[in-house]
């Protein structure tokens, strides 16, 4: 078998276990919950909410793109501000539309070396990028669990005591059975000549990937740290388009039902989309709106259903905020203006 085989073969397998994660856990996250008060709380939805959302989410991303932008410049790396918009949205449409095997952030790598010379520091970009809005999101669901939710779930009150156990509480048995199976999946490839040399060589060719990896993030890390005021500018911009997001998904949570103040909000939703980052299901799904519930439940006290709408207001905002990349692909519009749609190939 080539290694381009190989590959595709990876890429495919990788595929097939997203999308049997994001099924069982959709599933799941589904089981147990009362449709008909899942449809009241949707019906108390006001459409003009949903936009205003959806509005400020793309706005966002567009601040977001301008942060990519700015990480790019500090390699001297100059595109036009409406070609790092267009790969930006470009990126967040395979993410969270297509359950492709190629994901966004790759795609968004490989096109931006067309728009450049440097295309090492040009691709590592997307991963700077990537560290900067996780370690942001990360940073700011800290201070905020810190400064207010810290001693709060220890001291909950008899009624607060009386809330519905959550997610988490409710599967813990089923959860517990599938941690077993995996062990035993993994003693069973152990126990095996073949499956050892398998899982030997899969770490092997991981720690050279990951090797290689780190030494050309090394040379871009050199270049971002000694310019210090370009990252705060990077992590500045993070709090600004996420903190905006996540207050018109507080203003949206209340049109639902959800009596919960915004700090919840500035805890839960930052720590759910790093969840959500994680490459283990399609964009997150199931997985996202699992914790979402968990997270309601156990902070807030909030009906689970209620939690579940404001997990799909989330999932439906990602997808019609993304549709804007598909077209973009289609138009060929993130191609530097010398390359041919047809061609790909730079024009005589």
Request: charged content about 15%; overall charge positive; hydrophobic content about 55%.
């Amino acid at each position: 078998m080539s290694s381009a085989q190989d590959v595709r073969k990876k890429r495919h397998l990788s595929l097939i276990v997203r999308i049997t994660v994001a099924t069982v856990a959709i599933a799941w996250v589904l089981h147990g919950q009362d449709w008909g008060d899942l449809a009241a709380v949707f019906q108390r939805l006001n459409l003009w909410v949903f936009a205003f959302a959806l509005a400020v989410f793309a706005a966002a991303q567009v601040i977001i793109a301008l942060r990519w932008r700015l990480l790019l410049r500090a390699q001297s790396i100059h595109i036009g501000i409406g070609a790092a918009i267009r790969l930006f949205f470009l990126g967040l449409f395979y993410n969270n539309v297509m359950p492709g095997a190629v994901g966004g952030d790759l795609l968004k790598a490989w096109y931006v070396t067309k728009h450049t010379d440097k295309r090492l520091e040009g691709a590592l970009s997307v991963v700077v990028d990537r560290v900067v809005g996780l370690a942001g999101l990360i940073l700011m669901a800290v201070l905020t669990y810190s400064i207010f939710l810290e001693g709060g779930i220890a001291g909950r009150t008899g009624a607060e005591e009386a809330r519905p156990p959550g997610w988490i509480s409710q599967h813990k048995g089923a959860i517990l059975w599938f941690g077993l199976a995996v062990v035993v999946a993994l003693m069973i490839v152990l126990a095996h000549p073949h499956g050892r040399a398998r899982l030997g060589l899969v770490v092997r060719r991981a720690l050279v990937r990951g090797v290689e990896l780190l030494r050309g993030v090394r040379g871009a890390l050199v270049v971002y740290c000694s310019k210090p005021w370009t990252l705060l500018w990077a992590l500045l911009l993070t709090f600004v388009s996420q903190s905006i997001v996540i207050a018109a998904f507080w203003l949206l949570g209340g049109n639902l039902g959800i009596e919960a103040g915004p700090k919840y909000y500035f805890v839960i939703f930052p720590v759910m989309w790093v969840v959500a980052a994680v490459p283990i299901s399609i964009a997150g799904l199931g997985v996202f709106e699992a914790g979402m519930v968990e997270l309601f439940v156990l902070l807030t006290g909030t009906a689970a259903e209620e939690a579940l709408a404001v997990a799909f207001c989330q999932r439906f905002v990602w997808v019609l905020a993304s549709l804007p990349g598909g077209l973009i692909h289609l138009l060929g519009a993130h191609l530097p203006r010398e390359i041919s749609i047809d061609s790909r190939e730079p024009l005589n």
